[in-house]
């Protein structure tokens, strides 16, 4: 089983940029979401999917936006890269917002 | 709002010796708990959880967590470390019965030390 899959693993990006964060699940899973982990600060929520049609913003949302393609799929966009978004981001997903949470293996994005 | 304190950044330990994790949680109303176990460069792996019944939780690795309602504690112990046992580990809790996120720790790096 594949469980979460994150694509790309690494990119680096220069200020300005923009790019797409794909992630895909094969657990039919109903909800799915978007964290940054950054050295000292843990996991902070970006954006969740709760359900397939529906997303709503976490802790930290300015400056990323998602899409919740399908019940499999959940993107994040960055539509102008700022070095402030420079992290490793985490996509999950969960069968209820009430169950544990399922991670992919994690981008590393740098922003120069 | 619900918050989640891990006490201590960093553990240094000596390998066979015990150790403890500690995670301590702001809400007093009922709560699911969760620890994660982060290798490098990799995603985050569920450890243990506590939903309900028991408050004694295991994993299959030799750790435990006890949910502690009176102290809003839910501590990480294991009683003899292996070198294989260094890694990042996250306190996570969620609300149950709402429609809450999961809120995470900020992290306890455990080095095993030979």
């Known amino acids: 089983n594949a469980g979460v899959t994150q694509t790309p693993k690494f990119q680096v990006l220069k200020t300005g940029q923009s790019m797409t964060l794909q992630c895909a699940q094969d657990?039919?899973?109903?909800?799915m979401y978007w964290y940054r982990q950054d050295p000292g600060m843990g996991l902070r929520l970006i954006y969740y999917s709760a359900s397939e049609g529906t997303t709503d913003k976490g802790e930290v949302p300015n400056g990323y936006n998602v899409s919740r393609l399908n019940k499999r799929e959940f993107s994040l966009r960055l539509e102008s890269a700022a070095p402030s978004q420079t992290s490793v981001y985490f996509c999950a997903s969960s069968v209820q917002r009430n169950t544990e949470a399922f991670f992919g293996q994690g981008t590393r994005l740098t922003v120069v | 709002a619900q918050s989640v304190t891990q006490l201590d950044s960093q553990v240094p330990v000596f390998e066979e010796a015990p150790v403890e994790l500690r995670c301590n949680y702001s809400?007093?109303?009922?709560?699911?708990l969760f620890w994660y176990v982060q290798y490098p460069n990799q995603g985050l792996q569920l450890l243990l959880k506590y939903l309900s019944g028991s408050t004694l939780v295991e994993s299959i690795n030799g750790f435990e967590a006890e949910f502690n309602k009176s102290q809003t504690s839910f501590h990480l112990r294991k009683p003899s470390v292996h070198i294989s046992d260094t890694a990042e580990y996250f306190c996570?809790?969620?609300?149950?019965?709402?429609?809450?996120?999961?809120?995470f720790g900020k992290g306890t790096k455990l080095s095993v030390k030979p």
């Open positions: 996570a809790v969620k609300e149950g019965g709402s429609q809450g996120n999961l809120i």
């Open positions: 657990m039919n899973h109903n909800s």
């Open positions: 809400s007093s109303v009922s709560v699911y």
